[in-house]
């Protein structure tokens, strides 16, 4: 079973408090968000790690307030989540090596991580059958994510204490709808034992 990890917006802007998008409670997750990581990279697990990347005047501050700007220190990963071995997957049309990277930083302009044109290229060349998905926010880009993941037609799980939401519903109806769809909620110790 070839398995990838996908760690969702994990950025500062949304997980600590003085970040421009905080969710509240989310840096309490960092501490499994680098555990996952750092096993993935153990076990020769490539981590996608999806990453806002937004302009100045990115179109979707009309609904959100500005946040993780390219080049600012909100739109970078905390140290604890970041692999030695990684690329960046521009959300521009491009080729892409993955040979020698435990770490492919997805940039991404919109909610849904499916968007950046390069992303379905990228996971036909995996050919994975297991997708391990966590990170912020878990009822808007997990959800993407998880959802988009099981269009694929491969076993998907969400690591639920791994994740956070803005929304308790959201995040309940959110799950229904995923295991609904075929998913599978699991937690931390599930995977790292």
């Given at each position: 079973?070839?398995?990838?990890?996908?760690?969702?917006?994990?950025?500062i802007d949304?997980?600590?408090?003085?970040?421009?998008?905080?969710?509240?409670?989310?840096e309490r997750?960092?501490?499994?968000?680098?555990?996952l990581n750092q096993y993935a990279a153990s076990h020769g697990i490539l981590v996608v790690s999806t990453m806002d990347a937004h302009a100045e005047n990115d179109?979707?501050?009309?609904?959100?307030?500005?946040?993780?700007v390219v080049g600012t220190a909100g739109q970078a990963k905390p140290a604890s989540t970041l692999l030695d071995r990684r690329a960046v997957l521009s959300s521009q049309a491009c080729g892409m090596q993955l040979a020698e990277v435990d770490q492919l930083l997805v940039e991404k302009q919109w909610l849904d991580?499916?968007?950046?044109?390069?992303?379905?290229?990228?996971?036909a060349e995996l050919t994975a059958d297991r997708f391990v998905v966590y990170g912020?926010?878990?009822e808007i880009c997990?959800?993407?994510?998880?959802?988009?993941?099981?269009?694929?037609?491969?076993?998907?799980?969400?690591?639920?204490?791994?994740?956070?939401?803005?929304?308790?519903?959201g995040r309940e109806r959110f799950f229904a709808e995923f295991v609904d769809g075929g998913g599978k909620l699991i937690s931390v110790a599930e995977i790292c034992g």
């Open positions: 079973m070839r398995t990838v990890f996908f760690d969702v917006d994990t950025q949304f997980l600590f408090p003085a970040g421009a998008l905080y969710v509240p409670g989310a997750i960092l501490p499994a968000i680098a555990k179109p979707e501050f009309r609904d959100w307030p500005a946040h993780c991580c499916f968007r950046n044109p390069n992303l379905n290229p990228m996971l912020v926010v878990t997990v959800r993407f994510a998880a959802l988009g993941l099981l269009a694929t037609g491969e076993r998907v799980e969400v690591v639920t204490d791994a994740t956070k939401n803005l929304s308790e519903e």
